[in-house]
C-alpha cells in the first residue's frame, strides 16, 4: 500500500535530528568533547601517537622528564628556514610546542626520552589539541590511545555491540574499554506520533572515541513507514554529528518494530544547526 503524500515516504533527515536531540542528554558524560583539547596519554614506543595541531593555535607537548632529543621532517624552529610546521623547544626542556604552518599538513617527530624513541605524527587540524601530557606511570588511570577508525573498523565495533552480552559474559577483556548504558528500566521514549523511538542500549568504545546505539523504531499507522538508513543523526549542543554507518532496515512494518544500530565517531562530519 503507497504512503500517502501527507505522510512523506521518507523520514526526513531533520525528524531524526530531531528523535535523537534527547540522546545527547542522556549520554552527556561520555559523547564526543572539546575536551579532546587536552589529551593525556601512556609512553609507548610501539605506539604511533597521532597530534592534532592547527595554524592559528599552540599545541604543547609535556613528557615526565627532560627530553634527551628531538628529530624531526618539515619543520623550523625560527620560521625563516621553510617548513610545514614550526617548533619551539628549550635544551633541557621537559616540553616543546608546535603549530603548524600550512593547510593539510603532515610530518613527523620522533622524540627521544629515557633511552627510547617514541614517535608522533603531527598534521594541521580545525580541531587541534591544545596540550599532549605523556605519562609514565604504571599505575596511572590514564585514556587509551585513539586507534584509526576506519569503514571496516565501525563494522567491526557494530559486531562487537551486537554480542556485547556474550563478550561481557565469556571474553570481558574484549570489552574492557567500552562504556555501557542499558535502559531497560527507565525507557528512553520518543513519541513522534506517526512512529516512536526507544533507546535500548548506548556503548562508547573508548579507544576509537565512537559512539553507538541500538534503538527500536515503533511504527504507529497501518502502513509501511520508510525512512533513509543513512540518516541517523546525534544532536549535542548546536552541533549535529550524521552518523558513520548504521545497521538498519529502511522499513518498519505496519503495527510492528525495526531494531536499529548506528555510531558515530570523532571523524563524523560536524556543523551547526
Known amino acids: 500500500m503507497a504512503v500517502s503524500q501527507r505522510r512523506s515516504a521518507i523520514l526526513s533527515m531533520k525528524s531524526w535530528i530531531k528523535t535523537f536531540a534527547v540522546v545527547c542528554l542522556c549520554f552527556e558524560q561520555v559523547v564526543l568533547a572539546d575536551s579532546q583539547q587536552i589529551q ?52 633541557g626542556a621537559y616540553f616543546f610546542s608546535v603549530r603548524a604552518l600550512a593547510k593539510k599538513a603532515v610530518t613527523n617527530i620522533n622524540v627521544r626520552w629515557n633511552d627510547k624513541t617514541y614517535a608522533l605524527e603531527l598534521h594541521e587540524s580545525d580541531e587541534p589539541f591544545y596540550s599532549v601530557i605523556f605519562e609514565y606511570h604504571d599505575d596511572a588511570v590514564i585514556p587509551p590511545v585513539p586507534v584509526a577508525v576506519t569503514p571496516e573498523r565501525l563494522l567491526a565495533l557494530l559486531d562487537k555491540a551486537k554480542a556485547y552480552p556474550l563478550l561481557k559474559a565469556f571474553h570481558p577483556e574484549a570489552v574492557e574499554d567500552v562504556e555501557y548504558s542499558n535502559y531497560a528500566k527507565n525507557p528512553q521514549i520518543m513519541d513522534y506520533k506517526l512512529y516512536a523511538v526507544r533507546i535500548e542500549e548506548a556503548f562508547r568504545f573508548n579507544p576509537e572515541d565512537t559512539l553507538i546505539f541500538r534503538v527500536t523504531l515503533t511504527n504507529e499507522t497501518d502502513q509501511v513507514e520508510h525512512y533513509r538508513p543513512d540518516g541517523f543523526s546525534l544532536r549535542v549542543g548546536d552541533r549535529i554529528y550524521p552518523q558513520s554507518i548504521s545497521d538498519a532496515a529502511g522499513t518498519i512494518p505496519p503495527c510492528g518494530h525495526s531494531p536499529s544500530l548506528f555510531c558515530c565517531d570523532r571523524n563524523a562530519g560536524r556543523r551547526p544547526q
Do not use: M, W
Open 40 to 91: 593525556q596519554y601512556p609512553l609507548d614506543e610501539y605506539q604511533v601517537y597521532q597530534i592534532a595541531v592547527s595554524c592559528d593555535r599552540v599545541t604543547t607537548i609535556s613528557f615526565p622528564s627532560p627530553i634527551e632529543a628531538i628529530d624531526a621532517a618539515n619543520v623550523t624552529t625560527d620560521g625563516r628556514v621553510p617548513g610545514l610546521f614550526q617548533i619551539a623547544h628549550v635544551k
